[in-house]
């Protein structure tokens, strides 16, 4: 059974300032890894979607990697901005259409 | 717009009184389908749908129903709500198999069972 984690559960950090939230699976047997934005209250909006063949995916100022035999992905975001403070959630697809998600990584960004 | 819309977005109710929550979708999605996330869980899948009159369980289907009757519709009914049954629901949709695109998801409906 494909299990997903993101650690860590919160991360607070300067503005400006880069970082990296981590994504792991056990199956390596995906289709594509998705990363989705929450903000309180609202749903998810997809950011990135890497397909099992890529290596990496980049939109603006994100850039997600994937690394699917060692089962983990990273979604980078430069210069970060306190717009950028949200719920950040990865999800894998494997052969059929469900997602898998972890439980996300709680971000600040602190002005 | 492309979107997935749900209704509605806030509910509370009473254990035993059974509801509706609808999922609409206007990008001909084949694929449909419902989550509900929990503190500490993450989102769990409960039902989905291949195409018209094609559903199967997720991981968490039991005391909900599902029905595909039209391609852009995907209810969620709880005919006997419990209290255990609170939490963030929400729909999805994509092109389907074989496409290697993104999931799209509705804003949520947060439901209360008392």
């Known amino acids: 059974k494909q299990e997903v984690t993101q650690i860590p559960a919160a991360l607070s950090v300067p503005e400006g300032e880069n970082l990296v939230l981590n994504c792991s699976f056990t199956?390596?047997?995906?289709?594509?890894l998705q990363w989705f934005r929450q903000d309180p209250g609202k749903g998810l909006t997809s950011l990135l979607l890497i397909q099992s063949s890529q290596r990496e995916q980049t939109s603006g100022r994100l850039n997600a990697s994937l690394d699917k035999s060692s089962g983990r992905s990273t979604l980078y975001i430069a210069a970060s901005q306190p717009g950028d403070s949200a719920t950040y959630l990865c999800a894998v697809r494997q052969m059929t259409e469900k997602l898998t998600f972890g439980t996300g990584t709680r971000l600040t960004i602190i002005p | 717009e492309a979107q997935v819309t749900q209704n509605p977005r806030y509910l509370i109710t009473v254990t035993g009184k059974k509801l509706t929550v609808t999922c609409s979708q206007n990008m001909n999605h084949e694929y449909m389908s419902w989550y509900r996330q929990d503190p500490g869980l993450g989102l769990r899948q409960i039902y989905y749908s291949m195409n018209v009159e094609v559903t199967d369980k997720g991981d968490v289907p039991e005391g909900y129903k599902v029905s595909r009757k039209e391609k852009r519709n995907f209810p969620l009914i709880l005919e006997s709500p419990s209290p255990n049954q609170t939490s963030l629901y929400f729909c999805?949709?994509?092109?389907?198999?074989?496409?290697?695109?993104?999931?799209?998801f509705g804003d949520g409906t947060r439901l209360s069972i008392l």
């Open positions: 199956d390596s047997a995906i289709y594509n």
């Open positions: 999805a949709s994509s092109l389907g198999l074989g496409s290697n695109q993104p999931q799209h």
